[in-house]
Structure formats: structure tokens, C-alpha cells
């Protein structure tokens, strides 16, 4: 049996290894109630943004425990790539870095240096002060000689247990992309449109020409992109791809008479997106 302090498989990378698109959505009220329920509601993933919020390390830490407790994976985004930022946000438990303004192959290194466990990155070892094995320290003390907390095992599990999404926010950053994807080899890619459009001067053909060569790029290095669920988005599915959503509103069509299908209408005809073929069922 795997001891309590092993680092946990990683659901989201689960899903788009067997080429379910996972459903991820931005955190940014300080609510875990709010946590607790898109997880109810079946999405797989939440972001929990540290960079554009007042959240502090704790209520990030309590938003990473109500996500794991409903069955999502917990992504929290640094205000900056800086190692000991991410390795603390680490340590609370998150399984997931989304890391802003990934510009340059060195951005990418830079990420990979925070992240990971070395060989791979510089992250210092949190062993017995991480979550999972701070209260199971005699387990760790009489270790089986199959998951010893102080071994290369444990590291290469740590490590693979971790998924990272790169923003991509500017021109340079588009340009580098395939460069970008070999240096870091993220599970994943987002437009960040809100940057973008300031840095184009919400010039609408740029960005609609940026969308596309970004989707094109990922999907020709087999890596996945977020696409929008609500409002549907134009681009095509494809494996590897996962969906999200920035806003919670009801249906459009729901009236006094005919309420939406959930309270945060999230219900699947809702969802903007057609599930047919992807193999992919929202959990009760």
C-alpha cells in the first residue's frame, strides 16, 4: 500500500492523457464555500490566482484543502516565477503551477527551475514540512523500502505529480512558442487575452490572428490548449485540450418560470461545448 505522505496522482494530467478535456476554472473571491461547490457541480480543476488578488498563503492553503476535498486539482498561480513563492505554495498541497507572462525559452527554464525537484529544477526539498507527510512523520521514520520519503522515488513521484500551464500574453511570447513548448514542455497553454489585447492596443484582428497561430502551434506540438466553454469557443477540439470558464451566470434562456439547471448553471447543456466523442462525463 502507498503511505499517506506519497504524492498523489495528478487527476487533471490524468484526464488529458486519456483525452478527457478537464474543465478548469479561475478563483478569484476569497470563498472555499465557492471552492467546495464548483467541485459539487463537477468542474476537475480550479486556478487559484495569487497574482491579481489580495490571497494571502493561508487562504490559498485552505482553497487547495476544499479542492482536494472535492475531488479537483488545485493550480495556484504565483505572482511572479520565483522559486521559494512557488515551492511554498507547493508545500500547502497545490498540484498545479499557472505561470503568467511565460515570454522567452529562459521564462520557460526559469519555471521548470521553481517547480520541479532537482535534477530537473532547483525547488528545495519540503520531505517531512509538506502537507502530506507533516502529520505522518513516524510513517515516514519506518519507511517501506519501496517508498522511502528520502529517496530519488519519492522525488520522481513528486515531480510527476505536478501539472504547469504557461501563459502566453504577448507577441514575443508567440513568437517563441515552439521553442518554448520543447524548453519547458507544459501540460498545457493559455492565452492571456486580457494582456494581450492592451499590448495590441485591443487591436480585434491581431488578436483574432493570434488566437488561431497560438492553437495551431500547440496542436501541431501535441500540446493542449485551453479553449472557452461559455461562451463556446470557435476553435476546434482536439486531444490534449482543456476547457474553461471565466464567468458563472445562469442560462441565458432561464426566467422565474424555468430556473437554470443548477444554481450556478453549470449543469452539462450548459456547458457551451459538445461533450459527444470526448469521452467526457461530469461527475455526479
Not at 521559494?84 to 498545479?96: F, M, N, V
Not at 517501506?144 to 500551464?165: C, E, G, R, V, W
Not at 492553437?215 to 501535441?222: A, H, K, L, V
Request: glycine fraction near 8%; aromatic fraction near 8%; include cysteine.
Amino acid at each position: 500500500m502507498v503511505p499517506v505522505y506519497w504524492p498523489k496522482e495528478n487527476r487533471f494530467r490524468a484526464m488529458l492523457r486519456e483525452g478527457v478535456p478537464p474543465m478548469i476554472m479561475w478563483i478569484t473571491l476569497d470563498s472555499v464555500d465557492l471552492v467546495e461547490m464548483l467541485g459539487a457541480y463537477g468542474v476537475d480543476a480550479v486556478i487559484i490566482d495569487c497574482e491579481h488578488t489580495s490571497t494571502s498563503l493561508k487562504e490559498a492553503g485552505n482553497k487547495v484543502m476544499a479542492a482536494e476535498l472535492a475531488g479537483m486539482t488545485a493550480f495556484v498561480r504565483p505572482s511572479q516565477v520565483e522559486i521559494a513563492e512557488t515551492g511554498r505554495l507547493l508545500t500547502i498541497g497545490a498540484q498545479g503551477v499557472v505561470y503568467s507572462m511565460i515570454s522567452t525559452p529562459a521564462d520557460a527554464e526559469a519555471a521548470n527551475r521553481a517547480i520541479y525537484y532537482p535534477p530537473r529544477g532547483e525547488r528545495g526539498f519540503a520531505g517531512p514540512h509538506g502537507r502530506y507527510a507533516r502529520w505522518t512523520s513516524n510513517l515516514a521514520a519506518n519507511e517501506d523500502p519501496d517508498h522511502k520519503l528520502f529517496s530519488s522515488a519519492y522525488i520522481q513521484a513528486a515531480n510527476d505529480s505536478l501539472a504547469t500551464i504557461y501563459c502566453i500574453e504577448n507577441d514575443e511570447g508567440l513568437d517563441n512558442l515552439e521553442k518554448i513548448l520543447e524548453v519547458g514542455r507544459p501540460d498545457g497553454v493559455m492565452f492571456g487575452i486580457g494582456d494581450y489585447l492592451v499590448s495590441v492596443d485591443f487591436n480585434q484582428a491581431k488578436f483574432a490572428a493570434a488566437k488561431k497561430r497560438m492553437y495551431d502551434i500547440c496542436r501541431s506540438n501535441g500540446v493542449g490548449i485551453a479553449l472557452t466553454a461559455v461562451p463556446p469557443d470557435d476553435q476546434e477540439y482536439y486531444p490534449g485540450v482543456f476547457l474553461h470558464r471565466r464567468r458563472l451566470r445562469p442560462r441565458a434562456s432561464a426566467t422565474p418560470s424555468t430556473p437554470a439547471s443548477t444554481p450556478l448553471g453549470l449543469g452539462s447543456e450548459n456547458l457551451g461545448y459538445r461533450t459527444e466523442g470526448m469521452g467526457h462525463e461530469r461527475r455526479p
